[in-house]
């Protein structure tokens, strides 16, 4: 029988993975979107939209649907889904793929404040200016609603839900972007201080460079752990050798 792969997706590299595997002859391949976008973009192959109902749900499907390999391909920050992935192929003896991109490093010039949460994030803001570009997504803007004397241009793919902070103006924009557009934006706004998470990849890294060239600090909020003993492929191509290497070991 064919093998079937499933993708854990919401990532461009989940969308390369699915392209790759999908032109390869005799492979199934399905994506799983968690269903917060509500026009995601189109994806090769088969795709399937909504939670999987934790732990067990996700081994269900992955013996239902006869899935010979799992690639978690998931945001960095999406750490629940991610160790439901590896405990579900771990129960059903399913080879799992975990696909992080790297994180950003400072470079010269840069005025870098990490974060260990949103809620740090929060707690760094009045010290380090009164307008403040918000980019770490929709989710998670309570942690910022007390800053009321502060405020916010929020950046998201999808219009963000209260509470937020009661000065907020939300701008939807879906990246890639350029560090020309960031810079201009940056200006028009009059921005203090940019807070992003450490989401690693080019597509959204403009950002950085465009506060690093107008002196603006920047609040990184850092990643979760990956859960323990796992080993991540840094990109695409390692992902589909690493893949490649458990569909053809004998007795799969
Ligand atoms: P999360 O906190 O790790 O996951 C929460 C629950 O959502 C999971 O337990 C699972 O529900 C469901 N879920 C998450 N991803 C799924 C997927 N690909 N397919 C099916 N169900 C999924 O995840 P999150 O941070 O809310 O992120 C949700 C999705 O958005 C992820 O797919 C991620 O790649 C994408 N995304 C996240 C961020 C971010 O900053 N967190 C940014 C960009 C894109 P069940 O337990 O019911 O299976």
Request: aromatic share 4%.
């Amino acid at each position: 029988m064919a093998p079937h792969v499933l993708v854990l997706g919401g990532t461009t590299e989940a969308r390369a993975l699915a392209a790759a595997l999908a032109a390869r002859p005799g492979v199934r391949v399905t994506t799983s979107l968690a269903g917060r976008v509500s026009r995601p973009g189109a994806l090769d192959g088969d795709v399937r939209i909504g939670g999987f109902g934790g732990v067990e749900g996700l081994a269900e499907w992955l013996r239902a649907e006869h899935v010979d390999a799992l690639v978690d391909a998931t945001h960095p920050f999406a750490a629940g889904i991610t160790a439901n992935a590896v405990r579900a192929a771990a129960a059903v003896g399913v080879p799992a793929v975990v696909v992080r991109r790297p994180g950003w490093e400072p470079g010269p010039g840069d005025r870098w404040h990490p974060a260990a949460s949103l809620a740090e994030a929060a707690d760094m803001l009045p010290t380090l200016g009164r307008r403040v570009f918000l980019t770490t997504g929709r989710l998670g803007l309570a942690a910022f609603a007390p800053l009321s004397e502060l405020d916010f241009l929020v950046r998201s793919v999808e219009p963000p839900e209260p509470p937020m902070p009661r000065h907020t103006e939300v701008l939807l924009a879906r990246g890639p972007f350029t560090v020309e557009g960031e810079t201009a934006l940056l200006r028009e706004h009059r921005i203090d201080v940019l807070v992003t998470k450490d989401s690693g990849g080019a597509a959204t890294s403009a950002k950085l460079t465009a506060a690093r060239t107008l002196g603006l600090p920047v609040v990184v909020v850092r990643r979760p752990p990956l859960p323990d003993g796992v080993a991540p492929a840094a990109d695409v191509a390692e992902a589909l050798a690493r893949l490649d290497a458990s569909l053809s070991r004998p007795g799969r």
